[in-house]
């Protein structure tokens, strides 16, 4: 009997261990990774990709896109890019644009975006984000910000102030 309670209180104290092991906080990630906006779904030409640190690539389809980077398409260039609200951004040809903003809760499907056009041309079809909160999407240009109300639209800058 007395084997048998030593043994039931050993499991009681190991039992007891591993859920306080469960119930504890896990460690914080050392550095939170940047959250990926979209991916680039096609490119036609010399289509570059600018990141926040402003480290330069070579787009591709399917490389993902962060919620701060640049899209710079060459002459005869264009890219289509698809963000986490399914908002479709093509770019055309000669352009520079900035995703500058770009946060999305798939969950509560609540976010914003603030993307400039500094040069060239820009087709938008809005996403959830635009289909629930039309005001959360901006758009920039050199002279003018606008706020759009439709789910389709382009736009076009020629870079001169």
Known sequence: MKKFLTAALGLAIVGAATLAQAQ??????????????????????NVQLLDSA?????????????????????????AA?????????????SSRMDLKEFH??????????LVSLLRGSMRMITGLIGKTNPDAVRV??????IGIRGT????????QP
Do not use: H
């Open 81 to 93: 890019v698809v963000l986490r609200d399914n908002t479709t951004l093509m770019v055309g040809p």
């Open 140 to 145: 920039e240009t050199q002279t003018a910000t």
């Open 54 to 78: 402003g480290a330069t690539r070579n787009a591709a389809p399917g490389d993902a896109l962060g919620a701060v980077d640049r899209i710079v398409t060459g002459p005869d260039s264009s």
């Open 24 to 45: 504890a906080p896990a460690a914080a990630p050392a550095a939170a990774a940047p959250q990926q906006a979209g991916f680039v779904k096609t490119v036609r030409g």
């Open 152 to 159: 389709d639209f382009i736009v076009q800058t020629d870079g």
């Open 104 to 113: 999305f809760d798939g969950t509560t499907r609540d976010g914003g975006m």
